[in-house]
């Protein structure tokens, strides 16, 4: 009897992962194996004008991706979650993008910096905590969520609207802010207080109640104690990338107002300070738009990796810039990130190119 219930046991795994794992396909595809930028690219030049509190290693550009998918994953939801319910979300695709965007951009720098300790770490707990969230949840609503799903899987009650606001909320605030710091526990209390006890569709009610309640309540916890575990063991993140760039348009303070000059440098080049995070991405384009030229960003010269999102057929070409990886949008059919790699100093040029043919540009990662 005991060899009939670890063999059931042993038997229900292996479903499992069939079910999960089985007849899927590869959703990251390497522009080739190993390292595919110019080796070139990596090195950085032996003096920087930076101040050497604001230079950041050279290889967290590339570490930054797997971060930058906590913010990707759930913008793909918010958006999703605005026309169908949660239990139609692709969880485990997504999981698995987390990983092979790792190994492609690792593929990169392997051999080519020190190796980082601290950033590595950080990844491996935020990838492993993303894939058990997603891999629970993928199995929960493939065997509960299914059975309570409303017709059509439109969000046809309060707390799936609730939660579809949730995941907007939630991704606007990761745009400048770690997730740890979002604050679930008024969310938890306005599940309750925002949604009615009684209306269409009960079933599916008590149900997205429980599951968000869960939810909400685990990352109140988790997200304090990864709070506590970042501000003991890292230094609080500086919020503004210091960048050399050749010159500074007149009236850009008008323009660009958290665009700051820190100091002149010679040739007329300048010192300044762009916000970190989504907002260098924002004023780096206006900046690239105006003719400026980035030389030196946050005291590296070497490359500097970008995401755009693009349409399958985009044919991305340059000699300004060297394509990594590709990975499918699964919520929008036609659609593909793109990971890319230009030096610092053909940013510029790389974004002006990529702007004149309308391709949106997701994330530069100022490292």
């Not at 993303?130 to 891999?135: A, D, H, I, L, R």
């Not at 309060?158 to 604050?183: G, I």
């Not at 609080?236 to 050749?246: E, G, K, L, Q, S």
């Not at 044919?315 to 929008?332: C, V, Y």
Request: aromatic share 12%.
């Amino acid at each position: 009897m005991t060899r009939l219930k670890i063999l059931s046991y042993c038997s229900a795994i292996i479903a499992t992962l069939i079910f999960f794992f089985g007849h899927q396909t590869r959703t990251t595809v390497p522009y080739g194996k190993g390292l595919v930028i110019k080796k070139e690219w990596l090195v950085n030049q032996p003096s920087s004008l930076t101040p050497r509190e604001d230079v950041r290693p050279p290889d967290q550009t590339f570490l930054t991706y797997p971060e930058w998918f906590l913010v990707f994953g759930p913008a793909e939801q918010a958006a999703f979650f605005q026309h169908d319910t949660s239990t139609k979300f692709p969880f485990m695709t997504h999981v698995r993008q987390i990983w092979e965007g790792y190994a492609a951009v690792y593929a990169q720098i392997r051999g080519n910096f020190k190796f980082n300790t601290g950033y590595h770490v950080m990844i491996m707990v935020i990838a492993t905590s993303s894939t058990v969230e997603f891999g629970c949840k993928a199995v929960y609503e493939t065997l509960i969520g299914r059975l309570t799903d409303t017709r059509g899987g439109k969000p046809m009650t309060d707390e799936d609207r609730f939660n579809a606001q949730f995941a907007q909320d939630y991704v606007d605030f990761l745009a400048n802010a770690p997730w740890y710091e979002f604050d679930f526990k008024s969310r938890l209390a306005r599940l309750w207080t925002e949604t009615s006890l009684f209306g269409p569709h009960p079933l599916r009610k008590l149900e997205r109640k429980y599951i968000l309640t869960t939810e909400l309540a685990v990352k109140t916890v988790y997200g304090w104690l990864i709070g506590l575990g970042t501000h003991t063991a890292y230094e609080r993140p500086i919020f503004t990338t210091a960048t050399i760039v050749d010159h500074v348009p007149d009236g850009i303070a008008d323009r660009l107002p958290e665009v700051k000059i820190l100091k002149d440098l010679p040739n007329g080049a300048k010192l300044i300070a762009i916000p970190r995070y989504a907002a260098f991405s924002t004023n780096a384009c206006k900046l690239a738009s105006e003719g400026v030229t980035f030389k030196e960003i946050a005291g590296n010269t070497s490359a500097i990796l970008i995401t755009v999102l693009a349409p399958r057929d985009w044919a991305g070409h340059s000699d300004e810039f060297q394509i990594i990886f590709t990975q499918p949008i699964p919520t929008k059919p036609g659609i593909e990130r793109i990971a890319l790699a230009t030096p610092a100093n053909l940013l510029a040029k790389t974004l002006q190119q990529l702007l004149g043919q309308k391709i949106a540009i997701e994330h530069i990662y100022d490292f």
